[in-house]
Nanobody, 114 residues
């Protein structure tokens, strides 16, 4: 059993920055070889991949966030981060942490608005 808890969401103005954190707990002995991802879901839309971190330093980003967002991880603390810069109103969504292939966090709200 693994649990994921996100934090760091909130209200930010366009052009601002936020850093999301996702802490895994439970049986995290193999955290370093897990593929971890960030997804987001806006009202009325499908949940979509934002960023993914796989073993061997493999990273993948959605085209819409490439160059603005950075995923990173600290295997010592079983934590994955999403640094979000140059935020836009269309980034507004609930952001979810995901452990491939079977575990979701409960999500954290990100609102980008003036």
């Amino acid at each position: 059993q693994v649990q994921l808890v996100e934090s760091g969401g909130g209200l930010v103005q366009p052009g601002g920055s936020l850093r999301l954190s996702c802490v895994a707990s439970g049986n995290t002995f193999l955290f370093s070889i897990w593929t971890m991802g960030w997804y987001r879901q806006a009202p009325g839309k499908q949940r979509e991949l934002v960023a993914r971190s796989s073993t061997g330093g493999k990273l993948r980003y959605a085209d819409s966030v490439k160059g603005r967002f950075t995923i990173s991880r600290d295997n010592g603390t079983s934590t994955v981060y999403l640094q979000m810069n140059s935020l836009k109103p269309e980034d507004t969504a609930i952001y979810y942490c995901y452990k491939y292939t079977d575990t979701w966090g409960e999500g954290t709200q990100v609102t980008v608005s003036s």
